[in-house]
């Protein structure tokens, strides 16, 4: 039962242009959300993050916004460079535990 | 400061051998997470320790999967015997506070193929 669903495998961008990832939960009790940014034969690596009592944080060219009634999230890399290629995943846990339930992953490619 | 460290990074087994996977966290860690990402799946938390105390290990196939910690530090993550449908990625992260608010912390993971 997928509980994070990133729906879009891959997304094309032009270098300088916005990509927008996005992602949906089904689970209610989710409050705290994540991304997390891997490399091919690299772990993933934390990026950026939101709790469930906000519906916006910014931290350089990433921004995530969250909509609860929606249970949609989404991450917007302004300007997008090559070095964003990478595989993007979306996490999300319940604050009565820590396990981190993923996404399948969004690829993007940011093209010069 | 030295990241979450794995090994072997690769390995390839043939179907009802044995094998393990060893992690060492970031110095001072006390969380460990044990995760299988397959192939086009998002990674998937087989086990999580605090210190040396199993916290979580409701998604672990214990037939076959076990996993120690001992003294709280380094972990150890078997199969036995391996099933073709165990090819994936294990991945150790850890993490400095038991909130699930802490970042956790990745290592390059293991690549597991089995024949």
Known sequence: DQQVKQNSPSLSVQEGRISILNCDYTNSMFDYFLWYKKYPAE???FLISISSIKDKNEDGRFTVFLNKSAKHLSLHIVPSQPGDSAVYFCAASEDSGYALNFGKGTSLLVTP | E???AQSPRYKII?????VAFWCNPISG?????WYQQILGQGPKLLIQFQNNGVVDDSQLPKDRFSAERLKGVDSTL????AKLEDSAVYLCASTFLAVPTDTQYFGPGTRLTVL
């Open chain 1, 43 to 45: 772990g993933p690596t």
């Open chain 2, 78 to 81: 078997k199969i036995q015997p």
């Open chain 2, 14 to 18: 043939e179907k009802r051998q044995s």
């Open chain 2, 29 to 33: 860690h006390a969380t460990l997470y």
């Open chain 2, 2 to 4: 030295a990241g979450v």
